[in-house]
């Protein structure tokens, strides 16, 4: 039977501890993913997204993983928290426009900053 690996979770400050720790020993990405039970691809994505200068280092990953959890929740929060924005998007998209398409609308047009400081 397969080594089943977690469900999608966030990974931990302990987990990342535990990344360098063996990454120090000279594991592969495939035996570190073996040791905390998750995918392979989640250890390089962690590695490639949150080493600065080619160095991984836990606790600036941590604060890395936690700045754009924030920002992203974030971003999606302005458009809830604001009518006349959410309005425009929802017109945009019922005219088939694509979401790439409205943003880059919105940051040509300027409008998101006026439509922003309102809400």
């Not at 035996?31 to 998750?38: F, G, H, P, S």
């Not at 959890?69 to 006349?84: H, W």
């Amino acid at each position: 039977m397969k080594n089943k690996t977690k469900k999608f979770s966030h990974l931990s400050k302990s987990e990342r501890d535990e990344i360098v720790i063996l990454l120090d020993k000279k594991y592969s990405f495939r035996n570190i993913a073996k040791a905390l039970k998750r995918s392979v691809s989640t250890i390089s994505d962690e590695i490639k997204l949150n080493s600065v200068k080619g160095k991984y280092d836990p606790k600036k990953a941590h604060h890395k993983a936690y700045v754009r959890r924030k920002y992203s929740k974030y971003q999606g929060m302005k458009i809830v928290k604001n009518k006349e924005l959410k309005e425009f998007i929802e017109k945009k998209l019922c005219d088939d426009q694509s979401p790439r398409a409205i943003a880059g609308r919105l940051k040509k047009n300027r409008k998101t900053s006026a439509l922003y400081f309102k809400g």
